[in-house]
């Protein structure tokens, strides 16, 4: 059971906007930034989305991130078939001192 | 060009031990904390230790803590990760990533990049 909640599985077709979310604490999320990764099969993963809403150099604009109190959410606009994925969210957890990771979503495209 | 490159891994009977080295390059190594993560067969990432910069301060998840010691060499441009007491539960593979220092991560759970990631197998 991860500390922070995500749903196992999301789906959209290509051209769809769809959103991950993640459900965390007052000790992790409430007070600590999100950062989102991306895991392509068979591939290390690789930073996303950083400091709850900022994008690394070349991450496409499609990919944006929100955060509100306990909660984070990924959305990925203008769905495409490269976007086929597990994706998780991370933050710090002051309570257990460490980092927590969300379970990972992975992501189908139809 | 920003590399990670992780090796060592391999099978060991439970309670046996284990040392992972991870070899950075493209970067000064000196100025960032690193971490090491670990991904079960079919199963999701989970944060297992991190040291700083200098090497004078480590964090470790629960699970790991007593059995695993995380360091580096500054000198040597390596990461590594001493896993004594193996059990069953450790088998993974572990990645070693990249953490706060200078430009845009910031955050502790801010990590990038990744190595490649190496396979360690616990089973008699």
């Known amino acids: 059971q991860s500390v922070l909640t995500q749903p196992p599985s999301a789906s959209g077709t290509p051209g769809q906007r769809v959103t991950i979310s993640c459900s965390g604490g007052?000790?992790?999320?409430?007070?600590?930034?999100v950062n989102w990764y991306q895991q392509l099969p068979g591939t290390a993963p690789k930073l996303l989305i950083y400091?709850?809403?900022q994008r690394p150099s070349g991450v496409p604009d499609r990919f944006s991130g929100s955060k509100s109190g306990t909660s984070a959410s990924l959305a990925i606009s203008g769905l495409q078939s490269e976007d086929e994925a597990d994706y998780y969210c991370?933050?710090?957890?002051?309570?257990?001192?460490?980092?927590?990771f969300g379970g990972g979503t992975k992501l189908t495209v139809l | 060009e920003v590399q990670l490159v992780e090796s060592g891994g391999g099978l060991v009977q439970p309670g046996g031990s284990l040392r992972l080295s991870c070899a950075a390059s493209?970067?000064?190594?000196?100025?960032?904390?690193m971490h090491w993560v670990r991904q079960a067969p079919g199963k999701g990432l989970v944060w297992v230790s991190r040291?700083?910069?200098?090497?004078?301060?480590?964090r470790y998840a629960d699970s790991v803590k007593g059995r695993f010691t995380i360091s580096r060499d500054n000198a040597k441009n390596t990461l590594y990760l001493q896993m004594n007491s193996l059990r069953a539960e450790d088998t993974a593979v572990y990645y070693c990533?990249?953490?706060?220092?200078?430009?845009?991560?910031?955050?502790?759970?801010?990590?990038?990049?990744w190595g490649q990631g190496t396979l360690v197998s616990v089973s008699s």
């Open positions: 493209g970067f000064t190594f000196s100025d960032y904390w």
């Open positions: 007052s000790s992790n999320i409430g007070s600590n930034t």
């Open positions: 990533a990249r953490g706060r220092g200078l430009g845009y991560c910031s955050s502790t759970s801010c990590f990038d990049p």
């Open positions: 991370a933050a710090w957890d002051d309570s257990l001192n460490g980092v927590v």
């Open positions: 040291i700083n910069s200098d090497g004078s301060s480590t």
């Open positions: 400091s709850n809403n």
